[in-house]
């Protein structure tokens, strides 16, 4: 009651740069000027990591569009204004926006969703094409992927250490159970054994798992 009286008497300032507190306070009821002042930087802060893990999920077609549209509304200037790109796309901040430019190469390229199964099955096929060869086609390969950038080609076989594992998805309530039962064991220990929790998890790499960890952590501050 208190934290939902206290977002609806902030929220109803933020177009304001100078809150007034005491009205937030008596919104409240329950809280002095100083604890509420103290709640809004603790509330900014957590609206921040909400912003920072968005850079988990993969970019929606909306975002994408907004993206497109903001970036061809620029026209053909070298420096782009980023932090105008990412108020146009609304859910993004300027450094996503700026990796996502990089990420997909050309405006017409498909936007950063999550591997098809048929998409990978064409990825495995083309990338295995190449036998040992160190260095890659990557150009032949997203050819044959069709729907893919080269860059996203060389992202998508740089996050597995096995080409051949199925393209990455949400995780699965099972998943997530397995991982919080394998973390939670090691809770104790300063280095992790990410061995044994890849192990408990079974369908994820070291590197997901590691990754996750974060997302976790973060989540149950």
Do not use: M
């Amino acid at each position: 009651d208190e934290r939902a009286r206290f977002v609806a008497a902030y929220e109803a300032q933020s177009n304001r740069k100078r809150k007034d507190w005491k009205a937030i306070a008596d919104a409240v009821k329950t809280r002095t000027v100083l604890q509420c002042r103290g709640h809004a930087l603790r509330f900014e802060e957590r609206k921040k990591r909400e912003r920072i893990s968005l850079a988990l999920l993969h970019w929606t077609a909306d975002e994408h569009a907004r993206f497109v549209a903001a970036c061809e509304a620029q026209g053909n200037e070298k420096r782009r204004d980023w932090q105008r790109i990412a108020d146009a796309v609304q859910t993004r901040t300027a450094r996503q926006c700026q990796a996502h430019q990089r990420t997909v190469l050309e405006r017409s390229a498909p936007n950063h969703q999550y591997w098809a199964a048929d998409e990978h099955a064409r990825f495995v096929a083309a990338y295995e094409a190449q036998g040992n060869e160190k260095r890659k086609d990557w150009k032949a390969i997203a050819d044959a992927v069709k729907t893919r950038t080269v860059l996203q080609c060389r992202g998508h076989a740089y996050s597995r250490r096995d080409v051949r594992v199925p393209a990455v998805t949400p995780w699965t309530p099972d998943e997530h159970a397995r991982f919080v039962t394998a973390y939670r064991a090691q809770s104790n220990k300063k280095r992790k054994s990410w061995k044994a929790i890849v192990s408990a998890v079974q369908t994820r790499t070291t590197r997901q798992c590691r990754f996750y960890a974060k997302e976790f952590e973060k989540e149950r501050k």
